[in-house]
């Protein structure tokens, strides 16, 4: 097997997160390619694990801490790291020793570019990105906010822990309308979300105030301390699941409105 650069090959596979049964939808990677043509000149690596059947099985990609969404100097912060587990298309391939290649490989990489040691965050249950993978890699928690969990493995004793963002909480004016904030960057798929939000609030301009806020400025995501996700009255919005369409957020986006007008 072999961790590599993406390249004009596996480029689509690596933006689509894998999901190659999916067709592409263009505003998805657009948002995707803008992301990462703008950090891969801060340092950003973005990588494939290709099989030595040839089959695209993982990807990773990773970046000095100083321009992630995390708080931190000095060490190599892992944004994404993930291993096919998908039961279509080529079959789930986890539980193979992908994960611990790609790991390592990361690990070699922040060793020989001076990287005081590595960061990363996973969730604290087992069905995404488990934080207990990487503690069983020696990782140790050094912060966490709900069910995600930032772990590190530092390389000299010189090295300072990082620590995750918290939300900032904004005043928004109420008028009884609902307040709809779409954050959103382009280090992950997530930024459907975006497109979602925009598509739910659609026809809604009489009873919601919406806002798009784009994270990869990193003025913006020190302004909110979130990089991504949907905010309604400032709350977070399904954070940790389960997943939603736009359909269901715009009647959840309704409910409020009328809870808040009494109806």
């Not at 990363?120 to 995600?148: A, L, T």
């Not at 960057?185 to 105030?209: H, K, P, Q, S, Y």
């Not at 369409?245 to 009494?262: P, Q």
Request: proline fraction near 4%; glycine fraction near 10%.
């Amino acid at each position: 097997m072999k961790l590599e650069s993406i390249s004009r090959d596996t480029e689509g596979t690596f933006f689509r997160c894998l999901h190659d049964e999916r067709p592409d939808d263009p505003r998805v990677v657009e948002i995707r390619r803008r992301w990462f043509e703008k950090h891969k000149l801060l340092g950003l690596r973005a990588k494939v694990l290709i099989a030595d059947s040839g089959e695209v099985v993982g990807l990773c990609q990773y970046l000095p801490v100083e321009y992630s969404h995390y708080e931190g100097r000095d060490l190599m912060a892992i944004l994404c790291m993930w291993v096919h587990g998908y039961e279509h298309h080529i079959g789930n391939r986890q539980k193979q020793g992908f994960g611990r290649f790609m790991l390592e490989a990361i690990e070699e990489d922040a060793r020989e570019t001076g990287f005081k040691g590595v960061t990363v965050w996973g969730k604290d249950f087992p069905y995404w990105n488990p934080v207990s993978f990487y503690e069983h890699m020696g990782y140790s928690r050094v912060d966490q906010i709900g069910n995600d969990i930032l772990v590190w493995k530092p390389f000299t004793n010189d090295a300072e822990p990082p620590r995750m963002l918290r939300q900032i909480a904004k005043e928004h004016s109420d008028r009884g309308r609902v307040s709809v904030t779409s954050l959103f960057t382009g280090w992950c798929g997530g930024c459907i979300f975006n497109l979602m939000a925009r598509e739910a609030v659609d026809g809604l301009e009489d009873i919601v105030d919406f806002i798009e806020v784009d994270t990869s400025i990193r003025e913006n995501l020190l302004e909110w301390g979130v990089s991504d996700g949907i905010l309604l009255d400032g709350k977070p919005y399904r954070s940790d699941g389960p997943p939603f369409t736009a359909e269901e957020l715009r009647a959840d986006i309704v409910n409020l409105y009328n809870s808040k007008a009494g109806l």
